[in-house]
């Protein structure tokens, strides 16, 4: 089994629509992390989190909102979905500041 | 603030042909450095990692040494494959825990 999962994995939605993307990791970390992907721009960070009690703005959180239900578990919302928005989201673990990332496989999401 | 810049791609090569992409990193103290690959369709994966001046990390025939005078962290491997195909990205970790992506480099090697 994967160590991240996101869900869904694929997803197209209106403008204006509430979407809510998860992310469920089975490594242990404390640290997890939201990127969105898109083509030339590499990953930008969205939102970040430390522990359960822990949440942090990344460069480009505005439009996006997040919760940290559990250690194993981190969601991204969007309260009112943009064509802009249209991106591939990562998820992502790690177990401290000087070791490697663990990434989940990813959600297409496209706006319409 | 901290930054990556890498080669823009895309990077055609041909079987067997010597693959090197740049890396150079600009960051406050002393950062974890990192090379990702991410395959059609996948996330990223780890390649290799070096966490301090002089470490050389290596994986499936790349390698990549961190430099601090240069700072940079370039990505090579002798005799490319077609397998090797995908998006490379360069990354560093500072001790804030926040990671700082270049924009990815596509390589593309052709049989």
């Known amino acids: 089994d994967a160590d991240v999962t996101q869900t869904p994995r694929n997803r197209i939605t209106k403008t204006g629509k509430r979407i809510m993307l998860e992310c469920s990791q089975t490594k242990g970390h404390d640290r997890m992390y939201w990127y969105r992907q898109d083509p030339g721009l590499g990953l930008r960070l969205i939102y970040y989190?430390?522990?359960?009690?822990?949440?942090n703005k990344g460069e480009i959180s505005d439009g996006y909102s997040v919760s940290r239900q559990a250690q194993a578990k981190f969601s991204l919302s969007l309260e009112s979905a943009i064509p802009n928005q249209t991106a591939l989201y990562f998820c992502a673990t790690s177990g401290d500041s000087y070791n490697e990332q663990f990434f989940g496989p990813g959600t297409r999401l496209t706006v319409l | 603030g901290n930054s990556v810049t890498q080669m823009e791609g895309p990077v055609t090569l041909s079987e067997e042909a010597f693959l090197t992409i740049n890396c150079t990193y600009t960051?406050?103290?002393?950062?974890?450095l990192f090379w990702y690959v991410q395959y059609p369709g996948e996330g990223l994966q780890l390649l290799l990692k070096?966490?301090?001046?002089?470490d050389k990390g290596s994986n499936k025939g790349f390698e990549a040494t961190y430099r601090k005078e240069t700072t940079s962290f370039h990505l090579e491997k002798g005799s490319v494959q077609v397998s090797d195909s995908a998006v490379y990205f360069c990354a560093l970790s500072t001790s804030g825990g926040k990671f700082q992506f270049g924009a990815g480099t596509q390589v593309v090697v052709t049989p």
């Open positions: 070096a966490t301090k001046a002089d």
């Open positions: 989190s430390f522990d359960v009690k822990d949440i």
């Open positions: 960051a406050t103290g002393y950062p974890s």
